[in-house]
C-alpha cells in the first residue's frame, strides 16, 4: 500500500501546483491530509486542495490552525476521520486532529484530559496507523527551534499503552523525520509548506521517504 501524507499546507499556494504535479505523475493508493491546511483559513484554499484531490482515495484529519469552516468542508466531502476507525487495505486508520494546547490560542486546541479521554475509547492494535496532527512528546521529532518538546503527552501515553503499529503526525514545523516509542514508528512529516511530504509504503515492503511537492 502507497501512501502519501501531507501536512502543515497553511495556505501556500505553491503546495496546490506541486501537488497536482505529482499527482500527473505517480498514483497512491491513499493520501493522508494530516492537519493546518489553512492559516485560520480561507475555506476557498480548502475548497481548492479539495478539488486537486477530487478522484483519490483521502483521509484528512484538521490542525489546530484550521477553522471549523474547514472541518466542515472536510465532513461534507466524506473524507473527516477525526475520531474515526477507517479499515483499508488490511490497515485500520484512527484519525485526531487538531492540537494539545499552544501559547498562541489558535482555533481548535483540546486538553490533554480531552485527547487522551476520547482516543482511549478506540480500539487499536498492531495493525492501527494512528495518524495526529500533534506529535506525542518527547519523541525527539517533536521540538521546536528552541530544543523545548512540544508534542501532547496524552498522544504518548496512548501510544504506550495501545501499541499501534504507526504514528503519522505534522504541527511542529521544526522537525521532521522518523522516532520510536516502544513498538511503534512515528513517523513526522514536514511541512508542506516548505516543498515536502511523505511516502510511506504499508505492506511487505514497508518504509519511507521525502517527496518533493517543488
Known amino acids: 500500500m502507497r501512501v502519501l501524507a501531507l501536512s502543515d499546507l497553511h495556505a501556500e499556494e505553491t ?47 484538521h490542525g489546530n490552525m484550521d477553522t471549523q469552516q474547514v472541518v466542515d468542508a472536510l465532513e461534507k466531502r466524506g473524507i473527516f476521520f477525526h475520531l474515526n476507525k477507517v479499515e483499508m487495505g488490511g490497515w485500520n486508520f484512527v484519525g485526531f486532529g487538531g492540537s494539545s494546547p499552544t501559547p498562541f490560542g489558535t482555533p481548535i486546541e483540546y486538553s490533554e484530559e480531552q485527547i487522551y479521554s476520547e482516543l482511549s475509547r478506540i480500539r487499536m492494535n498492531s495493525k492501527t496507523i494512528l495518524v495526529t496532527h500533534s506529535p506525542p512528546y518527547d519523541s525527539g521529532v517533536d521540538r521546536t527551534s528552541k530544543g523545548v518538546s512540544a508534542g501532547s503527552r496524552a498522544i504518548r501515553r496512548i501510544i504506550e499503552e495501545k501499541k499501534p503499529f504507526m504514528n503519522i503526525c505534522g504541527h511542529i514545523h521544526e522537525a521532521e523525520g522518523e522516532a520510536i516509542i516502544g513498538s511503534t514508528k512515528i513517523i513526522k512529516v514536514p511541512p508542506a509548506m516548505n516543498g515536502k511530504a511523505i511516502e510511506i509504503l504499508l505492506g511487505e515492503r514497508k518504509g519511507s521517504g521525502i517527496i518533493s511537492l517543488g
Not at 505517480?26 to 480548502?46: C, K, M, N, W
Open 15 to 61: 503546495v496546490l501546483d506541486g501537488l497536482s504535479s505529482l499527482l500527473e505523475k505517480e498514483r497512491f493508493d491513499l493520501i493522508l491530509i494530516v492537519g493546518d491546511i489553512t492559516q485560520r483559513g480561507p475555506l476557498s484554499y480548502a475548497e481548492d486542495l479539495l478539488d486537486a484531490l477530487n478522484g483519490e482515495n483521502v483521509l484528512a484529519i
